[in-house]
């Protein structure tokens, strides 16, 4: 879009406009005392009070019959019910300003600004700045789809219906809406659907004002009131609140950001879409109640605050990175309290997910960081959003590497301690009467001062470490550099040394993840069927590749195809990948 041309560009709005809608108000039944239109000590334009009001009193009483509610504006327009009201009332608006001094409410629109910048008028250098973030698609989503509600309108009503009624003046009327309207349930408690309530929304928004709204009296004869619960001091400007809004909603919304808005949050979207146990996940999501059968193919949303990570977005997680023994085990789960902690290897993988993801956030925001030298105001708003998001991808990735720090504590000092839970493979649903050890409040525990640096996770890198010997075996005789990396077909190199690690580790007795291996069952019932690809492993790799060239350390007896069968599933139970390819077993 090029810089918005809107229907009433050629005007602002003066002081004769506003104080022509104060008498339209007056003389239409409101009841206004010690409030005037002004600027207030800072410069800020808005609704200025002349006299002191006392708690619980009323400053204003609007009468029903003023406002444009969506009953009144649907009713106009019956064959336009399938649209969303938000497009309809803006047609409405359009049309009432066309007939001019003939529509009841001209004192009122003509003092409505006549360029709210939204982000929904932003033009492509500016949708630039909110570029990485969730606003920026947010907006274009949002102005596709008023577009085409637009383009309805114009194929359903004739000319005379319509005049006036460009897509310019469309989008004028949503925002003018979007940053003015209140909802209809002030009139009826019982229904939805917005309204435009003239005077209330001459108030600037203040999230800390304490302000109550109250409808009386039928839908025809009624007036809303407006009473202060605090009180409030002649000469300052008069706010209200419009509730606890982030600067996404402010700036999507209204077209204003606030400073280190303390209600910003960013928005993360779980998506199992790519998962071949979608289905089965999206099932242990909704007998844990923690989506309905309703939301089962909505997009999950979840707000992540400077200071909370919602508990539900951690449980959907849990659910996310599930294992196919973790899915089986957990397909029975009907409490969301199973999904408080599923197991050591699930909540790795969990924190590392989360921690991934929103690294990515952080990145991609300073990855597309904007160059603007001379920001307008409305890009400045943007910046501020920018910033914002920057501030709370930051802290919530803080606040899992402290809850990451915090797991590899609680997992040290259990390692250390020998307890790990009876019952293989380990999951919380599986040992009831272990949640000491299989503890989900471990997020609650004091940090140790235990070093973090001898970490008990089972690498093939700390394997090789502790153990020279059959490092140099394994490297030397099957060495990395004999895959090809682009070789789609070639075998699975780290879990194939994972495997190889997990057999000799089985096979000594000093092995530092001995109690581990002790409680994983030796014995893996075996398919009637043999597994291929295990085979193709033990007969080429071991068997002709190893065994031969190191024979004391690739014993026949210890890595036998039951071995690798065995290491397969320790792998398929208790491994996380991390982001370097390589391969970690939580050992608990
Ligand atoms: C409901 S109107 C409030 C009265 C407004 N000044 C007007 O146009 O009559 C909402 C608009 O006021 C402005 N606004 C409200 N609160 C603000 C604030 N705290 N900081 C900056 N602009 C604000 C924004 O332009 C917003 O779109």
Not at 23 to 37: H, I, Q, R, T, Y
Not at 282 to 309: A, G, H, M, P, Y
Not at 558 to 568: K, P, R
């Amino acid at each position: 879009m090029a810089d918005p041309q809107l229907p009433t560009a050629d005007r602002d709005v003066t002081q004769q406009h506003l104080n022509d809608f104060l008498a339209w108000l007056k003389e239409n039944g409101a009841v206004l005392e010690g409030l005037s239109f002004g600027a207030d000590k800072s410069g800020m334009n808005g609704v200025i009070l002349t006299k002191d009001f006392e708690s619980d009193q009323s400053y204003a009483t609007i009468p029903f019959k003023l406002m444009i509610t969506e009953p009144l504006v649907r009713q106009r327009y019956p064959q336009l019910k399938d649209l969303s009201s938000r497009a309809v009332m803006s047609l409405f608006l359009s049309n009432e300003w066309q007939k001019g001094a003939e529509s009841f409410w001209m004192p009122y629109l003509s003092a409505i600004p006549n360029r709210i910048m939204t982000s929904m008028m932003f033009d492509e250098q500016d949708l630039q700045i909110l570029q990485g973030t969730n606003l920026q698609l947010g907006t274009i989503s949002r102005r596709n789809f008023l577009y085409s509600e637009y383009e309805k309108i114009v194929e359903i009503l004739p000319e005379s219906e319509r005049k006036g009624f460009t897509w310019e003046v469309c989008l004028w009327g949503y925002t003018a809406i979007s940053s003015r309207a209140f909802p209809y349930r002030l009139i009826d408690g019982k229904a939805e659907g917005e309204m435009m309530v003239p005077l209330a929304d001459s108030f600037n928004h203040d999230p800390n004002v304490k302000v109550t709204w109250s409808g009386k009296g039928t839908p025809e004869s009624g007036a809303l009131d407006l009473i202060t619960r605090e009180p409030l001091k002649s000469g300052n400007q008069l706010f209200t609140t419009y509730g606890p809004k982030s600067n996404e909603e402010l700036l999507l919304g209204y077209g204003f950001c606030i400073k280190d808005n303390p209600y910003d949050y960013v928005v993360l979207k779980p998506n199992f879409s790519q998962d071949p146990d979608a289905d089965i996940k999206q099932q242990i999501l909704q007998d844990c109640d923690l989506i309905s059968q309703t939301d089962k193919d909505r997009e999950l949303v979840f707000f992540v605050t400077k200071d909370n990570i919602p508990e539900d977005l951690l449980a959907v997680f849990r659910v996310l990175v599930m294992n196919s023994t973790e899915t089986e085990n957990y397909m029975s789960a009907d409490r969301r309290e199973l999904l408080d902690f599923v197991g050591y290897r699930n909540e790795f993988a969990m924190l590392n997910t989360l921690a991934t993801l929103l690294n990515y956030k952080v990145q991609s925001l300073l990855g597309t960081e904007p160059d603007v030298p001379e920001p307008k105001p409305w890009q400045q708003d943007a910046l501020e959003y920018r910033a914002g998001q920057l501030r709370v991808t930051t802290a919530a990735k803080a606040s899992v590497a402290h809850t990451q720090k915090q797991l590899m504590e609680r997992m040290q000092s259990n390692f250390r301690r020998g307890q790990i839970a009876t019952t293989w493979p380990f999951l919380g649903i599986l040992n009831p009467e272990d949640s000491e050890i299989l503890s989900k409040s471990y997020k609650d525990q004091m940090e140790t001062t235990e070093s973090l640096e001898n970490s008990i996770l089972l690498t093939v890198e700390e394997a090789f470490r502790l153990d020279e010997d059959f490092a140099t075996a394994v490297q030397e005789g099957y060495p990395r550099e004999s895959i090809d990396p682009s070789d789609e077909e070639a075998p699975d190199f780290e879990g194939i040394y994972m495997m190889l690690v997990l057999i000799r580790e089985r096979s000594k007795a000093q092995s530092k993840w001995r109690r581990f291996l002790n409680q994983i069952p030796a014995e893996i019932a075996e398919d009637d069927q043999q597994d291929e690809y295990i085979l193709n492993i033990h007969a080429s790799i071991i068997q002709q590749t190893l065994m031969p060239s190191y024979p004391a350390i690739f014993d026949p007896s210890v890595f036998t195809y039951q071995a690798l069968v065995w290491a397969d599933l320790v792998c398929q139970v208790h491994s996380v990948h991390t982001e370097n390819d390589t391969v970690t077993i939580i050992p608990m």
